[in-house]
């Protein structure tokens, strides 16, 4: 049993999702427990170069978490045969020309999503990647969380019967930038520079959707600007001309109907900033990003409409929280270590640029929808 080295590239990881998800709790976390075991015993240890625009941060986060390489001089990190796998998280406007060019360099790829801002873009990195042939290995994550699998036990078991509905909330205000800083960079919310909630989230509903519940064969959407002005990152106005929420439904196959209000002008009075209800002939389940309360039809209890009299009945107290039998661990870590597998021992893996392209399709039939106000079909598509 021996210990390997993985070059891997991270291209964008000053901004907040490749920081936090996918430098310090994947792949700063994979290294500092030893590494990836594979089948045979031996161990995939990555060795990451950090790569960005900003030396001065590029540089602080390596002597942060304890990383020997860093670079501004992506096409010469590209060059280095010792790195073998290309990761970004920066802008999605400019994440399929990188995707071709780390493909086109003979790097395995992995990215966030959305993996391009409109389909053509995202079918780009595909045909880059079959010139390669299969051996260029390709992927692009999907938060699948704890909450989500926990949906996925429910439904294997059969709680649910014949499943009905889903019922989706996500959300929270983000502060506008002008009396308090904005959690989110300011592109999105110019839709010239790739912003949108529309573009942001749905391609992570349809991986949602389509693994849980049924293939999405149809939308109908429409988004809106709420907050016409915001703030930059140097408290400079500027107009916002991106969505920032939008509401949608889904058709999926089997005939589960499924509604997801997004928005980034809300206030959060749920259990969690994102809440899925899936409701069936047999049982009903309601999850957040951790947690997940089910009543089976057995427990169901029976409500009378009467709006002359003040509800006393208490509905929460009717729900079961499903037990926590089975600890699941971070799943963009999770993801992480099946796509390190999927390189170094040819593992199974199904998270590829192709799941990544369906999610850009039906966002960009969900925009289809809003602007001419009806019904849009989502055709199967291969790359």
Request: with cysteine.
């Amino acid at each position: 049993m021996t210990t390997k080295r993985l070059g891997l590239i991270m291209n964008g990881v000053t901004g907040r999702m490749g920081l936090n998800q996918h430098l310090i709790r994947s792949i700063i976390a994979i290294r500092d427990s030893g590494g990836v075991q594979l089948a045979n015993g031996d161990r995939i240890m990555p060795d990451p170069i950090l790569v960005g625009r900003d030396a001065e941060k590029v540089e602080g986060l390596a002597k942060r978490f304890n990383v020997a390489r860093w670079t501004t001089d992506l096409d010469k990190a590209l060059a280095d045969k010792g790195d073998t796998v290309f990761f970004d998280a920066a802008t999605t406007q400019a994440r399929p020309s990188l995707l071709t060019k780390a493909i086109n360099a003979g790097k395995h790829v992995y990215c966030e999503k959305p993996i391009a801002t409109n389909f053509e873009g995202s079918a780009r990195g595909g045909e880059a990647r079959q010139r390669k042939g299969p051996q260029a290995r390709h992927g692009a994550g999907q938060a699948v969380f704890a909450g989500l699998k926990k949906l996925a036990f429910l439904r294997d078991s059969g709680f649910f019967g014949r499943m009905l509905s889903v019922r989706g909330e996500f959300g929270y205000w983000v502060f506008e930038g002008g009396w308090q800083e904005a959690q989110r960079p300011s592109w999105n919310y110019r839709r010239e520079d790739g912003g949108g909630i529309i573009l942001d989230m749905v391609c992570h509903w349809r991986y949602v959707l389509d693994n849980l519940f049924g293939e999405v064969e149809s939308v109908s959407c429409i988004g809106t600007t709420d907050i016409p002005e915001r703030y930059d990152e140097k408290g400079k106005a500027y107009k916002a001309t991106a969505d920032d929420s939008a509401y949608a439904t889904f058709k999926l196959k089997g005939g589960v109907i499924a509604h997801i209000n997004m928005s980034w002008v809300t206030r959060v009075h749920r259990d969690d900033l994102v809440t899925f209800q899936v409701d069936g002939t047999h049982g009903s389940a309601v999850a957040g990003l951790t947690d997940c309360v089910i009543q089976a039809r057995q427990a169901t209890p029976r409500p009378v409409w009467n709006p002359d009299e003040k509800r006393l009945h208490d509905f929460y107290a009717d729900w079961q929280k499903v037990p926590e039998n089975v600890v699941y661990g971070n799943g963009f870590r999770e993801q992480w270590e099946m796509f390190i597998r999927h390189i170094c021992e040819d593992a199974p893996y199904k998270y590829t640029l192709l799941e990544g392209a369906k999610g850009v399709q039906l966002a960009e039939c969900a925009l289809q929808s809003w602007k001419e106000r009806r019904w849009i079909d989502v055709a199967p598509i291969k790359l």
